[in-house]
């Protein structure tokens, strides 16, 4: 007997999904195309033409089901590159003032982030 109610306190934990291959197509249509890529040298466009596309969206939602369930995301979803911008083209090009950065995440982090519709 105490087998039996142990054995379904954990099929019903291993069988909570927290995301839907629906929501996560949807996030990977949603993607913004011809953006630079992160330091995982992947574009949007690598995941929206991916052959064949339904596998990939299965496995990326029992990855991200397994980042849910276990409460800790791949070290690479935090590394970014870091590009340097000119904010004003007339200004001090040699002042640190006069540059903004923008971080180049990994797509598979952002489809992980995504708050799609």
């Given at each position: 007997?105490?087998?039996?109610?142990?054995?379904?306190?954990?099929?019903?934990?291993?069988?909570?999904?927290?995301?839907?291959?629906?929501?996560?197509?949807?996030?990977?249509?949603?993607?913004?195309?011809?953006?630079?890529?992160?330091?995982?040298?992947?574009?949007?466009?690598h995941?929206?033409?991916?052959?064949?596309?339904?596998?990939?969206?299965?496995?990326?939602?029992?990855?991200?089901?397994?980042?849910?369930?276990?409460?800790?995301?791949?070290?690479?979803?935090?590394?970014?590159?870091?590009?340097?911008?000119?904010?004003?083209?007339?200004?001090?090009?040699?002042?640190?003032?006069?540059?903004?950065?923008?971080t180049?995440?990994?797509?598979?982090?952002?489809?992980?982030?995504?708050?799609?519709?």
């Open positions: 007997m105490s087998f039996l109610s142990e054995f379904n306190i954990y099929l019903d934990h291993s069988s909570r999904r927290f995301c839907t291959v629906e929501l996560v197509d949807s996030c990977i249509r949603h993607l913004k195309r011809g953006k630079a890529a992160g330091h995982d040298e992947l574009t949007a466009e995941l929206v033409h991916a052959h064949p596309q339904p596998v990939l969206v299965v496995l990326l939602c029992l990855l991200f089901d397994m980042i849910i369930m276990h409460g800790t995301v791949p070290l690479d979803f935090g590394k970014g590159v870091i590009i340097p911008l000119i904010k004003n083209l007339d200004g001090d090009k040699t002042s640190c003032a006069n540059y903004r950065g923008i180049l995440s990994p797509v598979v982090s952002k489809v992980f982030t995504a708050r799609c519709t």
